[in-house]
């Protein structure tokens, strides 16, 4: 089965910053890519589909990109309400394998 | 609106099982397949497997296999998810959650279902 590893496994960053997490696959997935937002106590959230393609409703300064087995979450001004762990996933094919996750918090 | 709502918490002694519904609605159900993906206290996303409300066909995590069962009932549009064998590693909040229209990402998410295993 392919796994899906991610980093840093937790980052604090100040209002404003950009912040990168990275996610990589042990063998190609090609575009089959997600990401997901989830507060304390909630659901998970999509953000990101087809590893770049932002999902309805999510703001803006969330963008995707990356291809094959190496990609990256970004967001480009960090607002208090991103307070979260982010989770990639693979979807190319089944088991759906989550990462295991990048908590981000405020500085 | 698409909606996913799950039944609630449980509590079963190690070596019980438990059944877990996922009642769908805002979209025809037996077009999209239903995910169950669980989440330890603290820890992340596990997915475990799937099943296809039409067919009925599913397709487990191996770390799963012989022990979960996922079905359906298409005339109520509920998905449910039977886990046996409950031992404590089994605590944790079950989410039923549905696909994208262009992919398996999950796009709806159930409200949730805590299962605690105690003695």
């Known amino acids: 089965d392919i796994q899906m590893t991610q980093s840093p496994s937790s980052l604090s960053a100040s209002v404003g910053d950009r912040v990168t997490i990275t996610c990589r696959a042990s063998q190609a997935i090609t575009i089959y890519l997600a990401w997901y937002q989830q507060k304390p106590g909630k659901v998970p959230k999509l953000l990101i589909y087809?590893?770049?393609t932002l999902q309805s409703g999510v703001p803006s300064r969330f963008s995707g990109s990356g291809y094959w087995t190496d990609f990256t979450l970004t967001i480009s001004s960090l607002q208090p309400e991103d307070v979260a762990t982010y989770y990639c996933q693979k979807y190319n094919s089944a088991p759906f394998t989550f990462g295991p996750g990048t908590k981000v918090d405020i500085k | 609106q698409v909606q996913l709502v799950q039944s609630g918490a449980e509590v079963k002694e190690p070596g019980a099982s438990v059944k877990v519904s996922c009642k769908a609605s805002g979209y025809t159900f037996s077009s999209y397949d239903v995910n169950w993906v669980r989440q330890a206290a603290g820890q992340g996303l596990e997915w475990m497997g799937w099943m296809n409300p039409n067919s009925g066909n599913t397709g487990y995590s191996q770390k799963f296999q012989g022990r979960v069962t996922m079905t359906r009932n298409i005339s109520i549009t509920t998905a449910y998810m039977e886990l046996r064998s409950l031992r404590s590693e089994d605590t944790a909040v079950y989410f039923c959650?549905?696909?994208?229209?262009?992919?398996?990402?999950?796009?709806?998410w159930g409200t949730g279902t805590t299962v605690t295993v105690s003695s």
């Open positions: 959650a549905r696909p994208g229209v262009y992919g398996n990402y999950m796009d709806v």
């Open positions: 087809d590893a770049s």
